[in-house]
Every structure is written in C-alpha cells, then in structure tokens.
C-alpha cells in the first residue's frame, strides 16, 4: 500500500472475471488497506485503491474516466435486502442501511460514488450478530480480486481475524440458484415417503418397548438381562452394516436399496408376532438389525444428493420428526393394539408385530415406484430446475462429477477429518440418550405409578412436544445456518430434564421433565446430522462420514439398553439417569469444540482465498478446499 503522496496501488480483476456478465462489490479489510470493487462486462473498468488514513476513510474511483458505472442496482444492495430481512437490526443499523442504499441509488452514475463509498459499504453490510469486519465474501465462483500480498505477519493476522467464517445464504448463491417451486416439488414427492419410511424404522425397532409392557416378557419367560441381550442383538447387526449400505446407495442405488430393506425388515417384523421362545425373539431381533441398519444415514445420504447444504435440516428434521411421532402413534397404536388380547389364539403384542410389520410390507414394495435414483432421473423435474439444483451442488462443492467416484482412499480420508470425529463422539452421547428414552419410557412411566396402558397413552405427549420443538429448532437453522448452536440448545434441554428428574420425587415433576429429555434429544438428530453432512465432500468421504456418526451413535445405543435394562433399576433409575446427565454435559461440550475449531478452519480459508485463485489450487480436495466453507 502507498505511503500518503505516492502513487496509488493498481488492483486489476482477472479477465475471465470482468468477462462475466454481472458486476459485483466486495470490500476487503486488513490492517493496510481495503478493497472496493465494481466491474462490469460493459465497461470492464480498471480499479485503483486508494488510501488515506490521515483523513480515515478509504475510497475507490475508476481509472477511466470515460466510463461510468452500471445504473442497476448492484449486489451489495442486494446482499443489504437479505441481511435486513434476515437479521433484523440493531437500533442504527436501519439508519446506516437506507442512508448506503440512497447513496448507492442516487450517485451510481456520478464520480462522487468514490467518496460515498466507505459510507455504502459500512451501511449495506451491517450485520449486528458478526463482530468481525463489514466484509462479505463474494458467492460468485469466480476467482476473487487479485491484491497485493501482506507485508507483514501482523497484517495476515488481521485478514484472518477480518474474515468471514459463517457460510451464508448470499455467500452460497443458494436464493439466486434454485427456485422456491423447484424445492417444493422435491419436498412433495421425497418428503412425505421418506418419513414414513423412518417411522416405520422407528416404529418396528421399538415397538419392543411396547410390546415390553404389554406382557412379552413375561409370556416368554425372559429375564432382564435376556431382554437386554435381545435388543443387543439387533444393533450389533445394525451398527455393523450402516458404512457398507450408505457405500452400496451410491453403486446399485438408493431407489432400488432402501425400498428392499424396508420390505425384508417388515418381513422380519411380522414373524416376531408368531416367536414362542427366546431363541425365536433373538433371530428376528438379529435379522431385523440386519436389514434395518444404514436407513437413517442412507436417507440423509440421499437427501444430501437433492438439496443444497443450508436448505437440508429442515428435511432431515422432518423425517427424523417421525422418530417423535412413532413415539406419540407407537404409544396409541399399542393402547389399540393391545385391545386384540387373544384374538385368533395370540396375544396383544403379538398383533402389535404381525400389523405393523404387515404394512411395512406393503409400503416397502410400493417405495419402490416412489423413489427417484437422482435428480438427474426424478421425473416430476424439468430440465431447467435440474440443471439448477446440479450447479447449485456443484457451486457449493457436494457435487462433482470428477471425484464423485468410490474410492477405499476417500472412505479413509473420512476417517480423519476432526470435525467428523467431533461430531461421531457427540453422536456417541447423543445415542444413550435417545435409545435410553425410545426403548424405556415405557417402563419409566410404569415406574412412576401409571399402569401398563395408562403408561402408553401417557407417552404420547411428550413425543408430541419434541416434534414441534424439533421442527422449530431446525427452521431456526436452516435460516441462519447455525447448526452448532442448535445442537447445543438440544443437548441444554437434555441437561435441564435430566436434572428435574434426579432433583425431586414428585411424580409430576419428574413426568414433565421427560418433556425437557425427549424434545432436547430429539432435536439433536438433526442438527448432528446435518452438520456431519455439511462439513465432508465428496459424496464417498460424505457417505463414510455419516454412516460413522451412526456407527458411535449405536455404540451408545447398546450402552443404553444394559444402562437401562440390567444395570440400572427401577423406580428411581438413579444411576442411569445420571450416566444420561454426564452425556448431555458431554455433547454441549463437544458441540463447542467442533464450533472453535470450524471457525478457525473458516478463517485460515479465508486467508487462502486471499492469496490465491481457485484455477491454482489443486484438485479432489473436497471440504479441505478453500472454497468449501465449513458450516457452523
């Protein structure tokens, strides 16, 4: 940068930029100088910087006279609409946002553009949830403007402080990409399948709990550790397969890979009605983890392949909001289903199995003419909003048709990633807890004095209320893209419950204290998922990432049922609630070092930006690339 009197610096944009048909602004801030920009494919104006800190400010003018600048409004006030509407603002912040934008509008023809120009940028960027500069990232994928490089340590310190380490929706080009009626579609041919394919997962995995109360214990003859050991043997199995059927959705396919295993395990489900022994319950319990392991991760999988990162909780939340409602319908369905005692010589948990096995069955065989491979084979798309939602994958680094191709080196690479590991540790924790309230509330509510079918109405409401919660949170998410903070809040739920319950002995405190557990527990699939999901490209290291996150996930879920089955006793379930409390503690704290270390990684990328263009950086680097902003 030029010293006060000398010669102002020349900064150039690449040709292939100022070829491109839209202009764009972007500011800059480090301890030497700030950058502001405007190009177009009409003028292609040469851009000085120049610096005055005597005065404070810093400007920007054309090099050509000649040339003025485009009269359309430009995409800082573009980004301007979207901050306002999307923040809110601070009680100066409306201020400084139509002062820049009159300024913006009325001198864009003019010279004085140049000396309004701090003015603009400070106003039309104002963000009051960031502390770090007025900078935004441009969402072209275009190289960034080319500046000098810094002089000193000091000044690389303060780009890296400067910089933008949250990945919004203007920086991703998410609104500008894909159509609002483009998503709708997906969400009304995908959706509402894909969710009741997770509650009859969900469903058929723990009707056992039902079944529990309903008398199967007792009219086989099993003890609680036999009991426990019968739903160890379904997640062993189940575990086990989740990293080689989210490998095998990318060979044979998800349209041909999810609808086979929810037909075999709805096969599998019924037979358990008709078990007479122990033994019996062990096969089917074995073969029914067998054939369900890998559908949660394989659907996340699979929504990852249809829709953008920042639009993807909400979806995720809306399928795994059926882990919620199977809790609520379980519950009356079992209340109903009980009332069949007897009927045809069986008794009433054995039709809880035979029926609802029976229609997974039945919709297993007809997801088969549901369920499209790709978006590039989904029928119900056309052309145009195809190729919209391929560049928006493309553009935001999940989608590349060059390294998208299975690799043992990219499934190891998965391995390694910290903030996967983060995230499968958390899911560790997180799988106590929830396998400890799907399999045991039941049993819980027996133990604070309701009976058996009393116990399964009483289910239902909380259940209902972690549906609702979870759906909230994750809107809250997907607009602002805080995934981190909205695994945190769930895990604070979770903690708070917890602590209700060991705290007091009335009944009804304790009661509603599951509301606190099951809603914080149940908003946390989500929000993990989806940043696990977010964070690792390309699809096969993606792939791998997922289905270790419920790998550990499962791990804590048959911690969960010795915790709750054997080691812990009744009434009270003191030890385990406790083991639950030290889980939850543990997720928050996780949550917040995966949140650090993302923000650093953001801006040590945000330095290499600055450094380099996107044509110089090597190629198959997937979330490693500087380009990849990491989600947090």
């Known amino acids: 940068m030029g010293l006060p009197g000398t010669a102002p610096d020349v900064v150039k944009r ?36 120049k610096s005055n800190p005597v005065e404070g400010y810093r400007r920007f003018s054309p090099v050509d006279t000649q040339s003025s600048l485009p009269t359309q409004p430009c995409d800082l006030m573009r980004e301007a609409d979207e901050n306002r509407r999307r923040w809110g603002a601070s009680t100066i912040a409306p201020v400084f946002w139509w002062l820049s934008r009159s ?45 000098k490089a810094p002089s000193s340590v000091e000044e690389k310190a303060s780009r890296v402080e400067s910089a933008s380490d949250v990945a919004t929706e203007s920086q991703l080009g998410f609104e500008k990409a894909v159509s609002k009626g483009t998503l709708a579609k997906m969400d009304v041919r995908l959706m509402p399948v894909l969710t009741i394919i997770y509650l009859l997962s969900f469903l058929d995995r723990t009707n056992v709990g039902n079944a529990r109360v309903a008398g199967l214990q007792k009219d086989l003859h099993l003890t609680n550790t036999q009991y426990s050991i019968a739903l160890t043997v379904t997640l062993v199995p189940y575990l086990l397969s989740e990293i080689p059927v989210n490998l095998l959705l990318k060979t044979v396919g998800p349209d041909r890979v999810i609808p086979t295993m929810l037909t075999l395990w709805g096969v599998v489900t019924t037979l358990q009605g008709l078990v007479h022994n122990y033994q019996g319950l062990l096969a089917c319990r074995f073969f029914l983890g067998l054939f369900e392991g890998g559908i949660y991760p394989g659907i996340v999988l699979y929504l990852s392949s249809f829709y953008p990162r920042h639009r993807l909780q909400l979806r995720i939340a809306t399928f795994f909001s059926a882990a919620s409602l199977s809790g609520a319908f379980g519950g009356l369905l079992a209340f109903g289903i009980m009332k069949m005692d007897k009927v045809g010589g069986r008794p009433g948990w054995a039709w809880l199995f035979i029926l609802e096995g029976l229609f997974s069955v039945l919709f297993g065989i007809l997801s088969f003419f549901l369920l499209p491979r790709s978006v590039e084979s989904a029928t119900f798309l056309k052309h145009e909003e195809k190729q919209e939602i391929l560049a928006q994958m493309r553009h935001e680094g999940t989608v590349n048709e060059q390294t998208d191709v299975f690799s043992w080196r990219e499934v190891g690479q998965a391995f390694m990633l910290p903030q996967v590991l983060f995230v499968s540790t958390i899911f560790l924790f997180a799988g106590i807890i929830l396998s400890s309230l799907a399999y045991f509330t039941p049993s819980i509510l027996v133990a604070l004095g309701y009976t058996a079918s009393r116990a399964q109405l009483m289910s239902v409401p909380p259940f209902a209320a972690a549906f609702v919660v979870t759906m909230a949170a994750s809107l809250f998410s997907d607009r602002y893209g805080y995934r981190g903070a909205a695994a945190m809040l769930s895990s604070v739920l979770c903690i708070i419950g917890f602590i209700m319950y060991l705290s007091s002995t009335n009944p009804h405190v304790q009661y509603g204290s599951l509301f606190f557990s099951i809603s914080g527990i149940s908003c946390s699939g989500p929000s993990l998922s989806t940043w696990l999901s977010n964070n690792a490209a390309p699809q096969v290291r993606r792939a791998t990432a997922i289905a270790l996150g419920f790998v550990m996930s499962n791990v804590g879920a048959i911690l969960a049922l010795w915790l709750f089955g054997s080691w812990s006793k009744p009434p009270r ?38 450094e380099r263009t996107k044509e110089t950086e090597a190629t198959g680097l997937g979330d490693r690339s500087a380009w990849f902003i990491y989600t947090l």
């Open 14 to 49: 690449p040709p292939n930029v100022l070829n491109e048909p839209e202009f764009r602004s972007q500011a800059i801030t480090s301890s030497g100088t700030i950058l502001a920009i405007e190009a177009s494919a009409y003028h292609q104006a040469k851009l000085v910087v």
């Open 103 to 147: 300024l913006l509008t009325t001198t864009a023809r003019g010279r004085l553009v140049h000396f309004f120009s701090p003015v603009c940028l400070l106003g039309t960027s104002i963000n009051p949830f960031r502390t770090s500069s007025i900078i935004r990232e441009p969402f072209s994928r275009s190289p960034p403007v080319m500046e």
């Open 573 to 610: 379930y003191t030890s385990g609630t406790i083991v639950l409390l030290v889980s939850a503690c543990m997720m928050t704290f996780l949550s917040f070092c995966n949140l650090l270390y993302l923000r650093s990684q953001n801006r040590k990328k945000a330095l290499a930006r600055q």
